[in-house]
């Protein structure tokens, strides 16, 4: 199994890590959480340089963590799409320019692939097929894995991620940047039975409703629509009740439309990736209904939801071990649908 260096700088967290044999050596993840919070969301400028300066104390770090030295690594990998062009840029480059330095394979990455990945790092014996049900900032999707670089896109949503649901909900709250950990924490104590929200069905033209497919824009207006009607009387508004209500139709909609497409396609296991897999209520949910069917169900590690470079070297490894490797041209995209992954990689 090969020892790869891998780099993320997607977005807001600069981070650095080593992994070997679907172990992780080490991992730094810096957060820009804290700059960016005063503006209520990530401002890219501001990311790009926060990355710049911090990249490369993240790999002296990665490197002094792990105990590892340069001679033992076989490759290195850093995250080239989708992302904020100008955040992309810096890890790919550190990356690419490592790669030169030290005469190494290099590997650019897709971002969500890491994430699919990420599940690796519970259980490392993990193998394609299997469905992931990715739910981060960007995305919602859930995809039939069939193999490394192979990847179909079965369901998705129509507008809104989940991750940006929480966020906005968030925001409407008055609960700050980013809104998922605060809803998570804020459900705990709410009920979550207290107001009935809308599902978001995806009506289709024959009767009836998509089975995979979601939408969050009609959930995210009813609560904005909850929130101003107790902000018009004279009750203070339930800030819990109000969260958690949010959080566990987010949780039944997802759950509802992994297992039933999960069922369809024969596939016995579904491993969640993204930032969104960190949620309590839809870990509940996703496992009570997995036990049911007889399926498995696999999250990362907690601290491996949201974004790291672990995740980035799981994938890079899959890559690697195949013989792909990629252009020291390659460039950063701010799109890249998954199912174009394999343009990355030159084969051996
Ligand atoms: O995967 P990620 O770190 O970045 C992207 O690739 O987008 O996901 C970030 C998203 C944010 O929208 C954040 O609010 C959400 O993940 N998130 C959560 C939780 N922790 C992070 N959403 C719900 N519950 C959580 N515990
Ligand atoms: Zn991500």
Request: glycine content about 8%.
């Amino acid at each position: 199994m090969p020892t790869l260096l891998a780099i993320e700088t997607s977005c807001d967290e600069t981070s650095v890590a080593i992994v070997r044999n679907r172990q992780v050596l080490s991992s730094i993840v810096s957060s820009q959480i804290a700059v960016h919070q005063p503006y209520g969301g990530v401002v890219p400028e501001v990311a790009s340089r926060q990355h710049v300066e911090t990249v490369n104390w993240a790999i002296a770090q990665s490197l002094e963590q792990g105990q590892i030295t340069w001679a033992e690594i076989d490759g290195i990998a850093a995250t080239c799409a989708p992302g904020l062009v100008g955040a992309l840029l810096i890890g790919l480059t550190a990356g690419k320019t490592l790669a030169m330095l030290y005469q190494k394979p290099f590997l650019g990455v897709h971002h969500l692939e890491g994430h699919i990945y990420a599940s690796y790092l519970t259980d490392p014996s993990l193998q394609p097929p299997f469905l992931c049900l990715l739910v981060s900032g960007g995305h919602t999707s859930l995809i039939y894995v069939k193999e490394c670089g192979y990847y179909e896109i079965l369901g998705q949503t129509r507008d809104d991620a989940a991750g940006e649901a929480f966020d906005k909900v968030a925001r409407m709250l008055n609960l700050g940047y980013p809104g998922g950990p605060v809803i998570d924490r804020l459900s705990q104590t709410g009920n979550a039975q207290a107001f009935a929200l809308p599902e978001g069905q995806i009506s289709l033209p024959t009767g009836g409703y998509h089975r995979y497919d979601t939408s969050f824009s009609g959930l995210k207006t009813a609560v904005l629509r909850l929130t101003q009607q107790f902000q018009q009387s004279e009750h203070p508004l339930p800030i819990p009740d109000i969260a958690a209500s949010f959080q566990e139709t987010v949780a039944k909609a997802l759950t509802k439309r992994a297992v039933a497409c999960a069922l369809d396609y024969g596939l016995t296991t579904i491993a969640i990736g993204g930032g969104v897999a960190a949620n309590s209520t839809l870990r509940q949910h996703l496992q009570a209904a997995a036990a049911k069917h007889s399926l498995r169900v696999l999250f990362p590690p907690l601290k491996f939801c949201t974004d790291n470079a672990a995740m980035i070297a799981c994938a890079a490894a899959e890559h690697f071990q195949r013989g792909h490797t990629s252009p020291l041209t390659l460039g950063a995209q701010s799109r890249m649908a998954i199912s174009d992954v394999m343009k990355l990689y030159d084969a051996a």
